[in-house]
């Protein structure tokens, strides 16, 4: 246990800001990192099992509601309004992602096309849960990037990364 736990602080990184969500959203990253490791791994002939990705994502936003009893403490008024604001900018880039992908786009590429979108949501997210989004923003667009320029490599490599650094992340922030 850390000094700053035995002082009952919250964790916070080195500028002293805490980021009492990070638990929280540990949790969700790990359930969501397991759902598309599951839904690659169980997807028989299919690139994705839907139905297992589904799943995690259900768990995921059913441990939204336990969330209270991770967090370390009252969100800020600016950590509330950059999670609000990464979420709004998630579901606006995917609306310009399905009107700009043209039709009979390869599965494949669609979900990569989802990771940069997911990758860049990430990215103010720093702000409600740590600079780690920061990295983790950051790698998951690199390795969506990546699958995009390296087509002739099955996207299940670059999948299956994205849900490990997912679930690794999240273990981190739950961690702390």
């Given at each position: ?175 702390s």
């Amino acid at each position: 246990m850390t000094a700053r736990k035995k002082m009952g602080k919250p964790d916070s990184d080195v500028t002293g800001i805490a980021f009492p969500m990070a638990r929280s959203g540990g949790l969700f990253l790990v359930l969501i990192g397991a759902g598309l490791v599951s839904a690659i791994a169980f997807s028989g002939e299919a690139l994705v099992n839907y139905t297992v990705f589904f799943a995690g994502v259900g768990a995921a936003t059913v441990s939204l509601f336990v969330s209270g009893r991770l967090s370390a403490g009252t969100p800020s008024r600016i950590q509330i309004t950059a999670l609000v604001f990464a979420i709004g900018l998630e579901i606006i880039l995917f609306a310009v992602l399905g009107r700009t992908l043209p039709r009979g786009t390869a599965e494949s590429v669609r979900w990569l096309w989802i990771s940069v979108v997911v990758g860049i949501h990430f990215l103010p997210m720093a702000l409600s849960f740590g600079p780690r989004m920061l990295l983790l923003g950051a790698a998951c667009i690199v390795n969506a990037v990546l699958g995009l320029l390296l087509p002739q490599l099955p996207y299940e490599i670059f999948g299956l990364f994205d849900g490990c650094l997912k679930f690794g992340f999240g273990l981190w922030l739950l961690s702390s």
